[in-house]
């Protein structure tokens, strides 16, 4: 907000009666020549009330720190651009517009995984991201891309039967709205290519959280007061997509959701909105367009110390470590102990004691098997438990919700090896299919205990080919699932979609999806306490190759035994010996006195 | 039967003796619970009062084989099997009939043939045992995981908690052992109180 004449009037007059005040103040104590010297700053204002406004007359005072987060760290109002005056007939002019100042950002994103959903996996050679893998939420994203792309940063066809390649898009496809946008009036909409409404737009029943209202419709937003709000991203900008992945609210991660948008302290230490108050590119910084950190290329195992300005690192600023190094426990008298732990344990371990803290529930179990059942007047059925999570809908199945959920731990690498379109099942000793198996170990050198979300599904499969199925879940034909409710006609749609080949036959198969947690940390003294795990049955009951002193599974049963056996018999030895020396006392006693 | 008084334990010896005691009870109270045989107190406190106590206890240790040496003391360890029957014999026999010990402590010798004993397990095993263990412990703990590479002169951590839990065993019962033979003297207090005074009675 810009100061106006008459705030500016008010603030000198202040300042003059405040100076006047001091003074005053000052001669009534009757304070010595010396104290009096001290507010003399005051005594010029109030001598040249005209001066107060100038810059070379107010105290010396220079940026202390780094910029504070969710500013739009940006010596510009884009209000002032003649080019973003408006109107604007559709989003794609309005990047126009952008792109005439900045002239390579939408080749820069053209060429981030926030464009274009795949890149190639370092580690195993694969074709990894959203456009190549599996989750055990809505399964594929093949078939249903005028769906899905609500989430991603680019300008489709509207029509919600056409999708447009990515590699096929022009650059004003690019969507520079969807992150900068500072006035929280822009919405993407879904089934429409991952353009907002462009007219007024129904919402599909059971589907407002999606669509962003609680109307029953859409109206398209203002672009211009859009595009001249634009700014660094705020969280809800982030959010918008990382907070409701899966569906909805907190549904996908557990450690993201709208909770932290007004973050507390408890909730998030670094995102307390009355603390820190850390933006998410605070941690993810992005260069070029391109962030920091992401689930397809996690560091488990950072090392080195904190990121120094000017070292030739190399490190990932979206690590823990990037700031508070390898040895980051200080003020405890037990700091060189818990400071052991940093090579094995990721910092998240303790530091995130529980996931989903912040009152909106995520999804840990989703079942495919059940859906397609229809309420009795035709819609698909809804039901909602006591807290009113959303235990079954028709056109999805039946769901298992928590809130203020521990976490699974296991060894991790860094490495998942993802479930591809196309891949033959090679489930697990236990039957379950990991659509992102996790490596790591206590040997590698390169792992450390981590913890997760684990998502679990039951979802359809075609036990011929022994693939995962590709299934047309959302679009308006009748082949969509949602529609439907047609599992035959929505997998044949799918895989014939994505080229891959379908028996005709389904079945449902369990599958388990590892979600690295990094988010919601907690403050220090809210970190596990050394008895979570160092306990039998503790948090850590069931990760092998590490001694952990408590855990009773790691102890010498023999030597537990035969020890306590000895202590035991000792005992029993010395109170019998005692208890019998002082009978014969007695009876000596006795004898003496008779 | 009479009594005389003998002065057995020097200021030095009655400080060493009374402040181990203390840290071997602070040690093994927060060792087991570390290790999750009892409880009643956090696993922090454990921890802290622990490695406090343990380098309390090696500073000690530090003067007392200092001292040991240079008063030449640590002769009283020189194992014997002098009287070792009939030492035996009082405790499983003589005691209760109330005859005198059939060892009398001088300066020059103060330990029966049994404490020697003893008193030498304690010392070239147990404490050995625990102290080598612990500042691995201590001072490796980091080396923990199965790694080969990553373990210390071959020893995993496992293999060094081992060792550090069989000597806190033999150490447990070694105490509960030491505190009743404590009661044994020519009144069931009369050890406790020359540990104090430094002066033990005699029966004759």
């Not at chain 1, 884009?78 to 939408?106: E, I, M, Q, W, Y």
């Not at chain 1, 409404?197 to 589907?207: D, H, N």
């Not at chain 1, 200080?330 to 989903?356: F, V």
């Amino acid at each position: 907000m810009k100061p106006t004449a008459s705030d500016r009037i008010n603030s000198a007059r202040l300042t003059s009666w405040a100076a006047a005040l001091a003074i005053c103040a000052l001669l009534a104590s009757g304070a010595s020549a010396e104290t009096a010297t001290a507010p003399t700053g005051a005594a010029p204002l109030a001598a040249a009330p005209a001066g107060t406004d100038d810059p070379a007359l107010q105290p010396l005072k220079l940026q202390r720190a780094v910029p504070r987060a969710n500013g739009p760290w940006t010596p510009v109002d884009h209000g002032k651009f003649a080019a973003l005056k408006g109107p604007f007939k559709s989003p794609r002019d309005v990047t126009s517009a952008c792109l005439t100042c900045h002239t390579d950002s939408a080749n820069q994103m053209k060429s981030t995984i926030h464009w274009t959903w795949s890149k190639k996996d370092p580690n195993t050679g694969h074709m990894i991201g959203k456009a190549n893998v599996f989750n055990t939420f809505c399964a594929n994203i093949k078939s249903n891309e005028q769906f899905c792309t609500v989430c991603h940063v680019g300008y489709g066809d509207p029509d919600p039967a056409h999708f447009v390649p990515f590699n096929e898009r022009a650059e004003n496809q690019v969507d520079c709205l969807v992150c900068h946008d500072r006035s929280g009036k822009y919405k993407k909409i879904p089934f429409l290519g991952g353009n907002p409404a462009v007219e007024r737009t129904r919402v599909r029943p059971g589907c407002n959280e999606v669509y962003g209202t609680e109307e029953p419709y859409v109206d398209p937003p203002d672009l211009a007061a859009v595009a001249q709000s634009v700014g660094a991203p705020k969280r809800e900008n982030c959010g918008g997509c990382h907070f409701y992945g899966g569906g909805g609210d907190g549904v996908k991660h557990g450690d993201l959701d709208s909770s932290l948008v007004k973050a507390t302290k408890a909730l998030d230490v670094h995102m307390d909105a009355n603390g820190l108050n850390f933006a998410c590119e605070t941690c993810h910084v992005a260069s070029n367009h391109l962030l920091a950190g992401s689930h397809y290329e996690v560091d488990a195992k950072p090392t080195g110390g904190a990121l120094m300005r000017g070292s030739a690192h190399g490190g990932n600023p979206a690590s823990c470590q990037s700031c508070h190094g390898d040895m980051p426990h200080k003020k405890s008298t037990l700091a060189s102990t818990i400071n052991m732990h940093t090579r094995d344990i990721a910092c998240q371990t303790c530091h995130i004691p529980a996931m989903a803290r912040g009152g909106v529930a995520t999804k840990m179990k989703w079942d495919y098997s059940s859906a397609g059942k229809f309420g009795p007047n035709g819609t698909p059925l809804v039901l909602n438990d006591a807290k009113g999570d959303n235990v079954y809908w028709g056109v999805k199945g039946t769901f298992a919700w928590g809130r203020d959920v521990i976490p699974q731990y296991a060894w991790f690498n860094g490495s998942e090896d993802w479930m591809t379109n196309g891949e033959k099942l090679h489930p697990g000793a236990d039957g379950v299919v990991e659509v992102n198996r996790i490596s790591g170990s206590a040997t590698d050198g390169k792992s450390r205990i981590w913890p997760f979300k684990i998502m679990r599904n039951n979802q359809p499969f075609d036990p011929v080919n022994n693939t995962l199925t590709i299934f047309h879940s959302f679009g308006f034909d009748d082949d969509a699932f949602t529609i439907s409710g047609d599992w035959n006609r929505s997998i044949t749609a799918g895989m014939k979609d994505a080229k891959l080949p379908y028996s005709g036959k389904f079945s449902f198969v369990p599958t388990r999806m590892y979600w690295p947690l990094a988010h919601m940390v907690a403050p220090a003294e809210k970190a596990l306490q050394c008895a979570e795990c160092h306990a039998d049955g503790g948090r850590l009951a069931s990760v092998a190759g590490v001694y952990i002193p408590g855990r009773g599974s790691d102890h010498q049963p023999w030597t537990e035994r035969l020890g306590m056996l000895a202590v035991v018999l000792s005992a029993a030895g010395v109170i019998g010996h005692g208890l019998l020396r002082i009978m014969m006392w007695l009876r000596r006693r006795r004898g003496e006195a008779a | 039967m009479t009594t005389e008084r003998v002065y057995l334990f020097k200021r030095f010896e009655r400080f060493w003796h009374w402040s181990q005691a203390a840290l071997v009870i602070a040690l093994l109270i927060t060792g087991f619970r570390i290790h999750g045989v009892i409880s009643g107190f956090d696993v922090e406190t454990g921890i802290r009062v622990h490695m406090y106590a343990a380098w309390a206890l090696m500073a000690l240790w530090a003067f007392a084989i200092f001292w040991h040496f240079t008063t030449g003391e640590w002769r009283q360890y020189i194992p014997t099997l002098d009287r070792a029957v009939a030492v035996a014999r009082f405790y499983a026999w003589g005691i209760f009939l109330g005859e005198a010990h059939p060892y009398h402590p001088t300066p020059e010798h103060k330990q029966n043939a049994l404490q020697r004993l003893a008193y030498l397990w304690v010392k070239i095993l147990i404490n050995p045992m625990i102290w080598i263990s612990g500042l691995a412990l201590l001072f490796m703990a980091l080396n923990w995981t199965t790694l080969e590479s990553a373990r210390p002169f071959g020893v995993s951590l496992q293999t060094l908690a081992w060792a550090h839990t069989i000597a806190a065993y033999m150490m447990a019962t070694f105490f509960v052992l030491h505190i009743y033979l404590a009661t044994t003297g020519a009144t069931p207090l009369a050890h406790i109180k020359a540990m104090i005074t430094g002066w033990e009675l005699n029966e004759q």
